[in-house]
């Protein structure tokens, strides 16, 4: 009896640390960086950009690079491109304004004027993964979007 | 109950009118760089890089939905009018630009260098306020370089790369002038025959010049107005600022309206004012 104890002491403790080594990584959290770099412009109404992100696995880390290149564009701008000014210049007073609608774009609705996505480089780590990707947006039809909402003023006063 | 929904409704519909403010899209004219003697329209017929690069701007600005003036059509419309002198090149540009309605002249200026290496083309874009002659944005970029005689397509590359930010540049400071105003010229002149000048003393002891600079400041939107010179028989506000919207009723600011002010004013100082307005320009000239 004392043997049969011991045997199921020893599987408990043993199924526990097979739990706990198996258990998923935490998640993690968006966080927007600088890491957006201007890759090319081949017609005014389009930008092809680098972005990179971590995540807690591929799909997180995949999605999150593409968040981080379309709030650069929206709030900071991309340098060395046609598209150096935000498209937003005012972050705070535009989130104020239409913060439902702009956490919306960058989370789920930018994938409309995604034109495409592909992965340059990923790095698998013990808590995530990191991923390089390259990126094209229609600005065009980004824009139209944004002035139809009066998220942003279209040309002129 | 009835009536009291009709005017909740009736209220309701009044206030969003109220609300509603008039968008503005200034006009714009595309027009290619010309020298000090150069007539517009030999560049424009005979150089065809000049005629590509003013093309390739003008569709950046198509394709962004903005519309723009045809610099052709009213080269045509110039040289029809009486009022050119045909050797007058550069009165040619300035007639063109106030002729054509244009609030924002851009000019276009391509050059093409040939190195053995690989041919380049560099475009400079600069847009400019008609009335007030404020630049609005400036561009300069030179393209890859290639080994081609295709200058046109290296001119296009250039613009194409800094189209995009010329017109987002323009953007901002028109979120400027909504912000600050537009800005106005004001030129008042007392006319040949009248036995006066600006230093005329008035009743309350100020002498003219300084009961016209302080009408200005006055009536200037958020005070602001700026005076290039002033003589005995001349003064030159180049830069008045006045809202882009009227703040009784959110409807566009008319200029004609404060011209007519500025008549008004100089009538109370029993002086007559014949006044001139063309777009941001307003010429008094007091009798």
Known sequence: MKLVEKYIKYTLILISLGIISCSTPKNVSFDRSGAVEFIEQEDPQTITLKTSAFGSNLAQASAYAERNAIENLLYKGIPGSNQRQAIIADEIDARSKHGKRLDDLVKNKYGEYLMSSEILYKQEAKDGVFVEKQVKFDLAALRKYLEKYEVIRSFGY | ?287
């Open chain 2, 1 to 287: 109950m009835k009536h009291i929904l009709y005017l909740l409704l009736a209220t309701i519909t009044i206030n969003l009118q109220a609300q509603e403010t008039t968008k503005i899209q200034p006009k714009i004219m595309v027009i290619p760089f010309a020298k000090k003697g150069e007539s517009l329209r030999t560049v424009l017929e005979s150089d065809g890089l000049q005629r590509v690069a003013a093309t390739k701007a003008k569709e950046g600005f198509d394709s962004r939905g903005i519309n723009t003036i045809d610099l052709r059509a009213k080269l045509k419309q110039v040289s029809n009018t009486e009022v050119l002198a045909e050797d007058a090149n550069n009165d040619l540009k300035s007639q063109l630009i106030s002729l054509s309605g244009a609030d924002i002249y851009v000019e276009v200026e391509a050059t093409k260098k040939a190195h053995y290496k690989g041919n380049t083309a560099t475009v400079i874009l600069t847009a400019y306020d008609a009335f007030t002659g404020q630049s609005f944005s400036n561009k300069v970029a030179t393209s890859p370089s290639f080994r081609t005689e295709n200058y046109g397509k290296l001119v296009e590359k250039a613009i194409v790369s800094i189209i995009e930010d010329f017109i987002n540049t323009i953007q901002e400071k028109f979120d400027d002038v909504v912000a600050n105003g537009r800005s106005l010229v004001v030129d008042i002149s007392i006319s040949e025959t009248a036995d006066y000048d600006f230093d005329l003393e008035l009743n309350d002891g100020s002498f003219l010049s300084e009961a016209v600079e302080d009408w200005i400041e006055e009536n200037a939107y958020k005070n602001y107005y700026h005076i290039q010179g002033t003589t005995g028989h001349k003064m030159i506000f180049d830069d008045v600022k006045v809202p882009l919207t009227d703040p009784k009723n959110g409807k566009p600011f008319r200029i004609n309206r404060f011209a007519n002010k500025i008549k008004r004013f100089f009538k109370k100082l029993d002086i007559e004012a014949d006044r001139t307005v063309q777009g941001g320009n307003i010429v008094i000239v007091l009798q």
